[in-house]
């Protein structure tokens, strides 16, 4: 009978692999939870222009104001259904290096009003 071979733990035998850290995702993994999150907030979207649609079936000047701000909340609906995460990035970016300042302003315009609403 031939001998057993044990290899010792000294010998070059590949360590077994390593689990990734906490937190590190892979980049198709990140896109596609930014994927979800954009047909989330599309749904929203057309959630609140329902919304507004009802509120603006009473034929007063409001009522014109909530019709326009739900065909405006359809057409972002539509936009981010469609919507690329690498392009939205991208004309991101694109427009805040064209529009420092007022990209600025809009930002401290979105988080105040965010701030002020998750307050509540």
Not at 19 to 34: H, T
């Amino acid at each position: 009978m031939a001998p057993e071979e044990n290899p010792s733990p000294t010998e070059s035998t590949p360590p077994p692999p390593e689990a990734a850290p906490p937190g590190a995702e892979s980049k198709a993994s990140v896109q596609e939870r930014l994927d979800r999150a954009l047909h989330e907030a599309a749904r929203k979207l057309e959630e609140t222009a329902e919304q507004f649609e009802r509120l603006g079936s009473q034929g007063t000047k409001a009522s014109e104001y909530s019709q326009k701000v739900a065909s405006q909340l359809r057409t972002g609906a539509r936009y981010l259904e469609g919507a690329e995460v690498d392009d939205l990035l991208e004309r991101t970016r694109s427009t805040v290096r064209r529009y420092p300042v007022a990209s600025l302003g809009i930002a401290f315009g979105v988080g105040f009003v965010l701030a002020r609403l998750l307050k509540r």
